[in-house]
């Protein structure tokens, strides 16, 4: 079968590899559509420490597919289901994982880190993940291109759920990228009465208000302080949310909430500079300054139920598809931030029963 083997950083090729055996605890799964994230453009850049070097690795863990052969011991699920996985999957015994959130689990398995993802034309799921909740149906209401993105999404909700977003609360967003555009969707649904989204370029900023958001803010044309301040009354925002990877963003968003205010940092920054954090602010008007990654099979389950039961378009957020021949291609226009999501989709193979 084709793959798209990661064999270091900044070195990817489109290969034949044998397709995976399947044990009696296992599912063979023909993907559909697998969608390339940021995680996928930092592993090509800078490698992975859960993937040796010398390691050939599948990478891909946003993905949608069915399964065409099932292990005799497998239930649950049987060839021709439509299916989708969470990533991350816990050991099952550590305090992390008791407490239901495996993607906290320190010695968790992932596909497209651990395990082969879904850049392929058929990726195995190991019983493992199977006896561990990671595989979920896919309902017929959601299409496998929108599969392919309930991950992202159900990581949003795992950081809505930290600052606890309500019908009370005004929201900012800052950046309006698939993330953002995920929050945007996510805020509205929890009743926020206000969602402001900002951003530097203005066609994510349309994306975000065509998905629901209250009010844009086009940072290079406007002062993004002064904004959320007129737009609140000089009193700030209830909840603030970062989906960019400035240190800059993230210490301004002390100044940007209000009294009670709630930060989630859910962009991570990788090697660059820690930024300074007005702690004053976190004291003296009792703000809660929060950080998450990932999302728990819970949070996963819960997006698929969200996204079948919700008449919200995402569409727009997927504006880019690529053969799987054409990975390199693909990882650089995701690179490039031209647009939004770009899918590797195999359009043989969707809508099949």
Not at 45 to 58: L, N, S
């Given at each position: 079968m084709k793959a798209a083997v990661f064999l270091g950083p900044g070195r990817i090729e489109v290969t034949d590899i044998?397709?995976?055996?399947?044990?009696p605890g296992d599912v063979l799964v023909e993907v559909r559509a697998a969608s390339i994230c940021g995680t996928d453009l930092r592993i090509m850049?800078?490698?992975?420490?859960?993937?040796?070097?010398?390691?050939?690795?599948?990478?891909?863990?946003?993905?949608?597919?069915?399964?065409?052969?099932?292990?005799?011991d497998v239930h649950g699920f049987a060839v021709g289901d439509r299916v989708s996985v969470a990533p991350n999957v816990g050991c099952g015994e550590c305090a992390m994982c008791r407490r239901g959130l495996n993607q906290l689990c320190p010695t968790y398995d992932a596909f497209g880190i651990t395990l082969n993802g879904g850049f392929e034309e058929y990726m195995l799921v190991p019983a493992v993940a199977i006896e561990r909740g990671n595989l979920f149906h896919v309902p017929d209401a959601v299409g496998d291109e929108i599969a392919a993105i309930m991950e992202p999404m159900s990581c949003c909700l795992h950081g809505q759920r930290k600052v606890e977003v309500s019908p009370d609360d005004s929201v900012l967003i800052i950046g309006a990228g698939p993330i953002g555009c995920f929050h945007t969707v996510l805020a509205k649904r929890a009743g926020a009465r206000q969602v402001i989204v900002a951003n530097t370029r203005q066609p994510r900023l349309d994306i975000a208000g065509r998905l629901g958001a209250d009010h844009l803010i086009n940072v290079t044309e406007q002062d993004l302080h002064e904004e959320v301040m007129a737009l609140t009354g000089g009193a700030g925002v209830d909840v603030?949310?970062?989906c960019v990877s400035k240190p800059d963003v993230i210490a301004s968003t002390t100044d940007l909430a209000g009294r009670l205010g709630r930060i989630n940092v859910f962009s991570g920054l990788g090697d660059q500079a820690r930024p300074a954090i007005d702690v004053n602010a976190l004291h003296y008007q009792e703000q809660t300054l929060t950080g998450t990654t990932g999302s728990s099979v819970t949070d996963y389950g819960d997006v698929i139920d969200i996204i079948a039961e919700s008449d919200v378009d995402l569409s727009p957020i997927i504006t880019a598809r690529f053969a799987l021949d054409d990975i390199e291609a693909?990882?650089?226009?995701?690179?490039?931030?031209?647009g939004m999501k770009s899918l590797i989709t195999f359009p043989d193979r969707q809508g099949q029963t």
């Open positions: 044998p397709v995976p055996q399947v044990g850049k800078h490698g992975h420490f859960r993937i040796p070097e010398g390691t050939r690795r599948v990478l891909g863990h946003e993905l949608n597919g069915r399964i065409v052969e099932a292990g005799a603030v949310i970062t693909a990882m650089e226009h995701s690179r490039s931030g031209v």
